[in-house]
């Protein structure tokens, strides 16, 4: 095998071919996010908001061994029925390819894809990050380093709320990713459109977000941009209201030995038990909105490129 087996779906391959904007999203949210036909719904939902901005959408994925950039419809239809389907990240992403297997690409993974297809733009929900106790589990997210290395902007709500977002913060300084805030100064908390922590940086327009995206490329600097857009104000949870939930899910998890992988998928469906369903309705108004920036951004440097 000397080739890189990727495969762009018919709409990602004509957009490519006409020089159209595309905005790649992941898989995991639908196999680990959410039940069937829920799932296949909201990334439906999700695709179309991309599209009603004259972007197209990309839904990374493994099937078969393959790299699929944008799904066909009956291969969404498909996945999101799928049971016991591996969640990829940097680690594993490619040993589930050399052996024909199938995987949800996670942020870290989606990046990878997204970066050897030529997207510069994801959309996604929440990034991963530091977890509460890490100077205990050493449970820090691959996401972090991706964005230190693939050069890719991240569209999301800010880190998951579950995490320890300060410390989540302190290692994207440190390894130099600009983290943006979308049209505010504080650093959105995911369910909550802010927190008491301020974000590094503000940008106010996607043009801002597009041309800072190509400069960092003309600097020859590595690595992507973490855009932490805000839920809106009207689909949030208040984080005083989250606060106590959160700690509740975390002790539970505790207690019944939750680790690794399967930390972020409990906390999230024990979060939605605690809040009767009020998390997973903020969580799709979340990435729709997060998927809509991406689309305006992803369109700002399409006609960037045409200005040079």
């Given at each position: 095998?000397?080739?890189?087996?990727?495969?762009?779906?018919?709409?990602?391959?004509?957009?490519?071919?006409?020089?159209?904007?595309?905005?790649?999203?992941?898989?995991?949210?639908?196999?680990?996010?959410?039940?069937?036909?829920?799932?296949?719904?909201?990334?439906?939902?999700?695709?179309?908001?991309?599209?009603?901005?004259?972007?197209?959408?990309?839904?990374?994925?493994?099937?078969?061994?393959?790299?699929?950039?944008?799904?066909?419809?009956?291969?969404?239809?498909?996945?999101?029925?799928?049971?016991?389907?591996?969640?990829?990240?940097?680690?594993?992403?490619?040993?589930?390819?050399?052996?024909?297997?199938?995987?949800?690409?996670?942020?870290?993974?989606?990046?990878i894809g997204a970066e050897r297809a030529g997207i510069d733009?994801?959309?996604?929900?929440?990034?991963?990050?530091?977890?509460?106790?890490?100077?205990?589990?050493?449970?820090?997210?691959?996401?972090?380093?991706?964005?230190?290395?693939?050069?890719?902007?991240?569209?999301?709500?800010?880190?998951?709320?579950?995490?320890?977002?300060?410390?989540?913060?302190?290692?994207?300084?440190?390894?130099?990713?600009?983290?943006?805030?979308?049209?505010?100064?504080?650093?959105?908390?995911?369910?909550?459109?802010?927190?008491?922590?301020?974000?590094?940086?503000?940008?106010?327009?996607?043009?801002?977000?597009?041309?800072?995206?190509?400069?960092?490329?003309?600097?020859?600097?590595?690595?992507?941009?973490?855009?932490?857009n805000p839920i809106p104000v009207e689909s949030e949870i208040?984080?005083?209201?989250?606060?106590?939930?959160?700690?509740?899910?975390?002790?539970?998890?505790?207690?019944?030995?939750?680790?690794?992988?399967?930390?972020?998928?409990?906390?999230?469906?024990?979060?939605?038990?605690?809040?009767?369903?009020?998390?997973?309705?903020?969580?799709?108004?979340?990435?729709?909105?997060?998927?809509?920036?991406?689309?305006?951004?992803?369109?700002?440097?399409?006609?960037?490129?045409?200005?040079?």
């Amino acid at each position: 095998m000397n080739a890189l087996p990727l495969i762009h779906s018919a709409e990602v391959a004509a957009a490519k071919a006409s020089g159209r904007p595309v905005v790649a999203l992941e898989s995991t949210i639908i196999t680990h996010g959410m039940p069937y036909p829920q799932n296949l719904e909201v990334a439906r939902q999700v695709e179309d908001d991309i599209r009603g901005v004259g972007v197209t959408p990309a839904t990374i994925a493994v099937i078969d061994g393959k790299l699929h950039i944008g799904l066909e419809v009956d291969q969404l239809e498909t996945l999101a029925q799928a049971k016991g389907v591996a969640k990829l990240s940097r680690a594993d992403l490619a040993v589930c390819m050399a052996t024909g297997g199938t995987g949800a690409t996670t942020v870290a993974a989606t990046m990878i894809g997204a970066e050897r297809a030529g997207i510069d733009v994801f959309a996604t929900g929440g990034i991963g990050g530091v977890h509460r106790g890490a100077e205990n589990s050493f449970d820090i997210s691959a996401d972090l380093m991706e964005l230190a290395q693939t050069r890719v902007t991240v569209v999301a709500a800010g880190a998951k709320a579950i995490l320890d977002v300060d410390k989540t913060l302190e290692v994207l300084e440190t390894q130099g990713v600009p983290v943006i805030a979308y049209g505010q100064d504080s650093f959105p908390a995911f369910w909550s459109t802010t927190s008491p922590l301020k974000a590094p940086l503000r940008m106010d327009s996607a043009e801002e977000i597009a041309r800072a995206h190509r400069m960092r490329a003309l600097l020859g600097l590595p690595g992507g941009q973490l855009i932490a857009n805000p839920i809106p104000v009207e689909s949030e949870i208040p984080a005083h209201d989250l606060a106590p939930i959160i700690a509740k899910a975390q002790t539970d998890a505790d207690a019944h030995g939750i680790r690794g992988k399967a930390v972020t998928p409990y906390l999230l469906q024990r979060i939605f038990e605690l809040t009767e369903g009020r998390s997973l309705a903020a969580n799709i108004a979340l990435v729709r909105n997060n998927a809509r920036l991406a689309a305006q951004i992803a369109q700002a440097l399409s006609d960037l490129a045409r200005e040079a």
